[in-house]
Each structure stands twice: as structure tokens, then as C-alpha cells.
């Protein structure tokens, strides 16, 4: 029987004024655990007085929550019930941006089909698509991309600078050489850094992203550039234990006893965190 767990989830009860919730769980938690148990008992809520897009502090809906989680049947029924697909948190994110970011490609194609605005920017500027792309969710970013009427990494007219810029050459990176060269022929950089100092170079090094890294080096980015903490792309592939990317940067010239503002270097680093296979390459090349 189902009624037991209605019973739960309207111990959320409402008080005057507006909603309090006696176990301490966040309205929209209640909304969204509504939502899991199936539409009779989110009707319930909802009709208690609860709105289907209460927010949390940080201005996040059930819906949101329930798309970065891949929940599609939550997803769903939320948007049944009149969730707003646009909404933004304080970050500005998007359910779309939410699940695009996790890679949940079936619930893009849900809020997609329920009018999610597939070129909507967060406070810094990123659609789901980048988002996608930058966490190399193949499948999710293609279906994005269809969505779009733009292409995955268009180059710019004119050229970009900071964060937009560094972020615009990872993009491009991953899309392949023609979209990272047609980016560079517009005037952006290919070192282009954000405030802290970061390149694509370096982002890339500390996901892993061994294709783009190497596609990077090919233009021209420095493999020896340091941020406003001294470290470089070595320490941050080190730091994580990418062997082979190490390796790629090592053959392109990278200084294997360079030291950040701490004064550690990549050997450092790669011990720290016990990546042992790292250490070895890193000790090969010179490292002390």
C-alpha cells in the first residue's frame, strides 16, 4: 500500500505563512521524493499547497536535482505537472545544463521536448553544449547539437580573451583540428587563460583529455605555461596519474623540475597521490 508513504512525505507539513517541514528536508527534496514514489503522491503535495518549483538556497528545483541525478521517470512527471524547464539557479544552470553536464542523454531528450531552451548561458557564459563537450559526453553533446542551430564549436568573429576564450580553444579542441584552427585564424589565442592563469593546455591536462592535449601542443600552446600557482599542465597530469599524458608532454618539451609557488613539482605530486607508473616516467626524464 502507498498510503503509508504519502503519510511520510506530508509529515513535510504546511504551516501558515508557508511551508515548514517538521524532519528538516529542503521543500524541493520533498517535491522530488513525491515525485519518485509516482504521480498520486506528488498530486498530494502539490495540492497541499507545495510548488512544484520550490527552491533551495542555492535556487535549485526537483527538477534540476532530478536531471542531474539521469532520474527520467522524476523528470517527467515533474514537467507534467508544471515544472519549469527554464528555470535557473543561482549559478544560473538549467535542468537541461544540470543533466547535460552528468552526460544523462535521455533526460536532454526529454527536456528538450518540453521546450528547454538549448542556447540558455550560465553566469559564466556556458550552454549545455559546451558543458557536454567539455566533459566529453559524446553521445549527450550530439544530441544537443542537433538541437542547436549553431555548431558545436563555431569560431568566433572576433577574438576572445579570458575565461571565454580559454574555454571557447578546450571546446574547439575537442571538436577536432579544422573548428580548433578556424578558432586560432580569428584571433584568439591558443593560451589564452582565465583569472587564475589556467589554459586549455592545462585543463585539458588535468581531465585527462589526452586527444586534445596533443591537438593543442600541434597549435602551438605552451607546454611550459604556469598559472598564478605555478603549476603546469605536467603537474596537473602527474598530480591525477595520466602516464600517457605525461608522457605527450614530456616529448613536447615540458620541464620536468619545474616547481609551483609551493615548491613542489610534478615527481612531487605523482607521489602524493601514489601514482606510482607516473613517477617512474617522471624520474626518467630527469626528475628529482
Do not use: W
Not at 531552451?117 to 559526453?137: F, P
Not at 568573429?157 to 583540428?177: F, H, Q
Amino acid at each position: 500500500m502507498k498510503t503509508p508513504y504519502i503519510g511520510i512525505i506530508l509529515t513535510a507539513a504546511l504551516f501558515a505563512g508557508g511551508v515548514a517541514y517538521s524532519d528538516g528536508t529542503e521543500p524541493h527534496k520533498a517535491v522530488l521524493r513525491a515525485a519518485n514514489f509516482g504521480e498520486q503522491q506528488l498530486e498530494q503535495l502539490l495540492t497541499s499547497g507545495v510548488a512544484v518549483d520550490v527552491t533551495d538556497d542555492d535556487g535549485e528545483t526537483a527538477l534540476m536535482e532530478a536531471a542531474d541525478k539521469g532520474n527520467l521517470a522524476a523528470v517527467q512527471l515533474l514537467l507534467k505537472h508544471g515544472a519549469q524547464v527554464n528555470r535557473k539557479d543561482e549559478d544560473g544552470k538549467t535542468a537541461l545544463m544540470h543533466a547535460a553536464d552528468e552526460g544523462r542523454t535521455s533526460v536532454v531528450q526529454a527536456l528538450l521536448a518540453a521546450g528547454a531552451d538549448v542556447s540558455a548561458k550560465d553566469k559564466e557564459g556556458e550552454t549545455a553544449l559546451m558543458m557536454a563537450e567539455e566533459e566529453r559526453h559524446a553521445d549527450t553533446a550530439e544530441v544537443l547539437r542537433q538541437a542547436s542551430t549553431t555548431t558545436p564549436a563555431a569560431a568566433a568573429t572576433t577574438a576572445l580573451t579570458g575565461r571565454e576564450g580559454m574555454k571557447a580553444v578546450l571546446r574547439a579542441a575537442n571538436s577536432g583540428e579544422e573548428a580548433l584552427r578556424q578558432l586560432l585564424a580569428g584571433g584568439t589565442a591558443v593560451d589564452c587563460s582565465d583569472s587564475d592563469g589556467e589554459t586549455a593546455l592545462m585543463e585539458a591536462a588535468d581531465k585527462g583529455n589526452l586527444a586534445a592535449v596533443k591537438l593543442l601542443l600541434q597549435c602551438g600552446a605552451d607546454v611550459n605555461h604556469q598559472d598564478h600557482e605555478g603549476k603546469n599542465a605536467l603537474m596537473e597530469a602527474a598530480s591525477d596519474g595520466y602516464t600517457e599524458l605525461v608522457k605527450a608532454l614530456l616529448a613536447a618539451g615540458a620541464n620536468v623540475n619545474a616547481r609551483d609557488e609551493d615548491g613542489e613539482t610534478a615527481l612531487m605530486k605523482a607521489q602524493e597521490d601514489h601514482h606510482t607508473d607516473t613517477e617512474e616516467v617522471l624520474r626518467a626524464a630527469g626528475a628529482r
